[in-house]
């Protein structure tokens, strides 16, 4: 469930709809008003802060961080995931490194999957 | 600073049924969620909670204050539902509020009017002409305006529809922005609770068997996909909570879970295909079969 909070606060600050500098809710605000657990918030904070997306000064609250760079490292590291997840599935599948590339061609050039695969399977 | 609540060795005999030695505490401004399948303990521990039953042994304190000595001045700052709580059929909701306000010098009358707005409740009507859902929601109403320091639900959300139920949900939220205000309440729902609460207290067979804040709670359980073939003695390994093989394939679930699992079921002879944490719903199925191994 946090996973869910990182990922939207990720996407605010990536989009710039949350600038750098900019105050976050605090941690009890944000809990009440998208109906989860002040534990839940926390620990969504932590992992923004450890990913380098917001900074947190004692006392003071949390901000955006200054370069919303590390931002993409948080999403480099889900697009990773998401890959790996790829690869496992075209392991069960039996394709190999070129079969996958191509399969990857044929998504991003929004052709059916159909028609081109049917070759790389053997 | 004073803990919402604080019991320690506290056990209740009934004839067929007892809660035994209980230790447990809330902190302030905390939401504790009570799981549990039926006749676990979760309405009796509500109950010595709120003086309505005395314990055999234990001690109790609610908000700094120990009961059953001083209960009253306890009772004024606490507030409880129950699903079998009565209210009077043949009276309003305006007369049960005019009742209760009598008795509670803080109620807030304006709280009391936007819960009805938001509710959807008609104060005039008798409430035995009141749908089960709009009973659960003036009987949370008339609690909650009261404005408790700790809050005690039994079973909120039970047999509410899902416009209700989201209507209590963001209620209770609304309850938090107050970190002066705490809420224990039991559910079936696992759902909200894995929603709402910052801590989980999972009662099985009158035992407190696992009480940790939510994160680590959940953290602690994995389930993990194999393939190859179930080496023998895996029954032993006390985290694998279940084992179960279909085909090439084996499905484990861990508890105590730790980074350096995969790596030995890759000695024992197993791939593993995938780790995935679970909700709380699959762990609550899983510990009950396993006896309530939390």
Known sequence: MYQQIVDQITARVMAGDWRPGQPLPSIRELAAGSGVSVITVKRAYEELERAGVIVTRHGKGSVVADRPEPARALLEEGLRHHLQEAIAVGARLGLDRAALHQRLDVVLDGNPPTSQSKGSQS | ?294
């Open chain 2, 1 to 294: 600073m004073t803990a919402a609540f604080a019991v320690k060795g506290l056990r209740k005999h009934y004839p067929d049924f007892a809660l035994q030695d209980v230790d447990l505490t809330l902190p302030q401004g905390q939401v504790m969620g009570l799981v549990g399948v039926n006749g676990a303990g979760k309405t009796t521990l509500l109950r010595l909670l709120t003086g309505l039953a005395a314990p055999d042994a234990g001690s109790i304190e609610v908000l700094g204050c120990r009961l059953p000595d001083e209960q009253v001045a306890a009772k004024r700052q606490l507030g409880f539902a129950s699903e079998d709580m009565r209210l009077y059929r043949g009276q309003s909701l305006d007369w049960h509020i005019d009742l209760v306000r009598r008795i509670y010098p803080e109620w807030d009358d304006a709280y009391a009017r936007e819960l009805i707005a938001r509710f959807d409740l008609k104060p005039a009507q008798a409430l035995g002409g009141y749908s089960h859902g709009q009973r659960v929601k003036a009987l949370l109403l008339l609690c909650l305006s009261r404005r408790p320091r700790l809050l005690l639900l039994d079973e909120p959300t039970t047999g509410l529809d899902p416009v209700a139920r989201a209507e209590v949900l963001e209620t209770l939220c609304d309850v938090l922005r107050d970190e002066g205000r705490s809420v224990l309440f039991s559910s079936h729902n696992t759902h909200d609770v894995e929603r709402l609460a910052d801590s989980i207290g999972f009662l099985h067979q009158g035992r407190l068997v696992a009480h940790a804040d939510k994160e680590r709670f959940l953290d602690n359980w994995r389930r993990v996909l194999c393939l190859g073939a179930a080496p023998g003695g895996l029954d032993g390994w006390p985290e694998l909570v279940h084992v179960r093989a279909a085909g090439s394939q084996v499905e484990l679930k861990v508890r105590a879970w730790r980074d350096d699992l995969p790596q030995r079921l890759s000695a024992a002879g197993l791939t593993v295909q995938r780790v995935d944490p679970m909700p709380l719903e699959d762990i609550f199925v899983t510990a009950v079969r396993a006896g309530g191994a939390a």
